[in-house]
């Protein structure tokens, strides 16, 4: 299947949910619970302001902050794993069970440490987001090709020309996988983080509405960075296809 056949079917399956979902709530015929979507579209063009100028980009400075970090803690835990056995059984369960603890458990744990402070938030999509990294990169790391590793040792290449030019490079796919999962568990992780507490943020946007019963405006921020983890993903993909264009 062509990739233009695959984009016009990816449409078409969301075109499929939004109807589908006009559907139930006209069934339902209760905003409160179920506003339409065109609810949904209306209540973000109204707001347009307040959610696009004050708590989007906080969202995003977070998400932003929590992709770097993240990215630096998966390589630093990735490479140190592979550097030694040792060290990987006896890392590899820590970070496992780093993952089994619940957001909504740990998150008002570091409220009580870090205050509604943006650390208290980056640190949340950092815990979300730094196992998959870390994985992703051990595995592709370990995935190198032992026949291509013994002929740069055949010609001589060190330890540090082996990372550089092969292992690190086999890696890169499944970094770029990492990134795709990362990116739309960042934004999860930064609404949860706001949810709880913070001066602006979809989250504490989403969470407001709530409380006053305004379903459309619950739902709003949701479709807002759904939207945008669809854009990133799409970029993403763009450039890992440049990139690593001789897989094609």
Known sequence: MSAAKKRLWGALFIVILIVLWQ???MAV???????QPIDVLAH???NRVEIFTVHLPATMQVVGLGLLFSVIAGFVFALLMDCDARIEKAVYP???ASQTIPTMCIAPVLVLWLGYSVQMRVFVVVLVNFFSVAVN??????STNQGMTELMETYGADRWQRFFLLRLPTAMPDFFTALKIAVPWSMVGAAVAEWLGAPAGLGMYSRNCMTELDAAGLLAPLIV???IALILNGVLSVIEKKVFSWKA
């Open 225 to 227: 960075l759904t939207v």
């Open 44 to 46: 973000i063009w109204e």
């Open 137 to 142: 990169v051990f595995d592709g790391l370990k």
């Open 23 to 25: 559907v139930i709530a």
């Open 29 to 35: 015929n209760k905003s409160y619970m179920l506003p």
């Open 94 to 96: 820590l970070l496992t």
